[in-house]
């Protein structure tokens, strides 16, 4: 029996998909549930699993085309079987022949393991990686869903072979060359370049700065942290103080955590903290639902959670969808300070930095302390500058003194 395989209802924030990558073809035998094709969006790369056993008989879109909601891109036969190749034996029997008619045994050689194929299964991010290194992705050890590699995975791989082949790729390189390569925009960072945009021209942003002596902070991490770890099973970071900080500000400062609708203001009972994590593809923003209701050991694990599906390519729309205020730390990269771009239509953006030990006046003496610049942007349309600086010294306070958080306060 045929069944069509389709695209997947999108959400009414996406219009469209291209396809990426088709995983098989014409011909090949698939498994239930085993991933035919990735479709690309503005968002997210889904996965299109095959809906029965069976062989793969028809693509009706290849990749590169745009597709929309339940459009048909393939077609399954299933529970049919994929044709077997004919086994190398059957080609020997004439010589085999010829072997008896002389009264002379041959012995028989011993065939030559066929190279192992390439991984189909390669985002097309680690295939480009793959490609550009010349790393046989059979050799790799994969660490995503089912043992599949990822480009992280080639990335370390590649690193490990290098001091090898420094030597050979330093003897190629040519003085002077002045090399070039243009690449097609993804659908997803040209969507990002487009919001960036947006936010740039429709919004009008403001920015606002302070720096946090994040001391006690440390030492809490520092005294509690091991026995967190044990008690909770994840470690004690510095996201969960930022976003338990955040969601206290954001109950006393509510319009920060509004967002605009037209020429309404959408004030938010709860706090929905969208976390900037980086991929491969560009920036994406999942999302903690409800984050005023979790506590520390909650925030780290859905955090580590986003981050390990981010590495995976196996971000949800769900995932990605909604949010009421954004934090961004740039601070892994080494930024000390920036003015982060608001995600709308959210109204404001929390810039965490780098960690620095700088030389502060404390009580009359001068210390050494670990400080970090924070910064706020935020829309103000709505948003006044009051609100803002407020928002963002209630922020430092809480950081300053962790218990006041844990009081409410």
Same mark, same amino acid.
């Given at each position: 029996m045929s069944i069509e395989v389709k695209v997947p209802v999108l959400p009414e924030s996406v219009s469209d998909a291209t396809i990426a990558t088709w995983h098989k073809k014409p011909g090949d035998a698939v498994k239930r549930d085993e991933n035919l094709v990735d479709l690309e969006t503005d968002k997210v790369v889904l996965e299109v699993p095959a809906p029965a056993d069976g062989v793969l008989k028809e693509i009706r879109h290849d990749t590169g085309d745009t597709v929309n909601s339940e459009d048909v891109i393939g077609v399954l036969e299933e529970g049919a079987v994929a044709e077997a190749p004919k086994p190398a034996a059957a080609k020997e029997e004439p010589k085999q022949a010829a072997s008896a008619k002389t009264? *002379?045994? #041959? *012995?028989?050689?011993?065939?030559?393991?066929?190279?192992?194929? %390439?991984?189909? %299964?390669?985002?097309?991010?680690?295939?480009?990686?793959?490609?550009?290194?010349?790393?046989?992705? %059979?050799?790799?050890?994969?660490?995503?869903?089912?043992?599949?590699v990822t480009k992280e995975d080639l990335v370390n791989y590649s690193k490990? #072979?290098?001091?090898?082949?420094?030597?050979?790729?330093?003897?190629?390189?040519?003085?002077? %060359?002045?090399?070039? #390569?243009?690449?097609?925009?993804?659908?997803?960072?040209?969507? /990002?370049a487009e919001r960036l945009m947006q936010s740039k021209n429709s919004i009008a942003m403001l920015t606002s700065s302070n720096e946090v002596n994040l001391a006690k902070v440390v030492a809490m991490r520092k005294q509690l942290g091991e026995q967190f770890e044990k008690t909770h099973g994840i470690k004690l970071g510095f996201m969960s103080f930022f976003v338990k900080a955040a969601c206290e500000a954001l109950k006393r400062y509510p319009v920060v955590n509004a967002s605009v609708d037209g020429n309404d203001i959408i004030y938010h009972g709860y706090q929905d903290i969208s976390i900037a994590v980086s991929t491969d593809r560009g920036l994406v923003t999942p999302v903690l639902r409800d984050a005023q209701d979790m506590?520390?050991?909650?925030?780290?694990?859905? /955090?580590?959670?986003f981050a390990k599906k981010a590495r995976e390519g196996g971000l949800t729309l769900d995932d990605l969808q909604g949010g009421t205020f954004t934090i961004t730390n740039g601070g892994t990269f080494g930024s000390l300070f920036s003015t982060p771009i608001v995600n709308p239509p959210q109204s404001g953006i929390l810039g965490m930095h780098t960690i620095k030990e700088r030389a502060i006046v404390e009580n009359g003496q001068v210390v050494a302390a670990p400080m970090m610049y924070i910064a706020i942007s935020y829309d103000h349309r709505i948003?006044?500058?009051?609100?803002?600086?407020?928002?963002?010294?209630? /922020?430092?306070?809480?950081?300053?003194?962790?218990?006041?958080?844990?009081?409410?306060?």
């Open positions: 009264g *002379k045994a #041959e *012995k028989s050689q011993p065939a030559k393991a066929a190279p192992a194929p %390439s991984d189909d %299964s390669l985002s097309p991010a680690g295939r480009r990686v793959a490609a550009e290194e010349k790393i046989d992705a %059979s050799q790799v050890a994969g660490t995503g869903r089912g043992g599949r490990a #072979e290098k001091p090898a082949a420094a030597p050979a790729q330093a003897a190629r390189a040519t003085p002077g %060359s002045r090399p070039e #390569e243009r690449v097609a925009m993804t659908r997803m960072r040209a969507r /990002i506590g520390f050991a909650d925030i780290e694990k859905a /955090i580590a959670a948003v006044d500058g009051k609100d803002a600086v407020l928002f963002l010294v209630d /922020i430092k306070n809480q950081l300053e003194n962790p218990h006041r958080m844990l009081l409410g306060l």
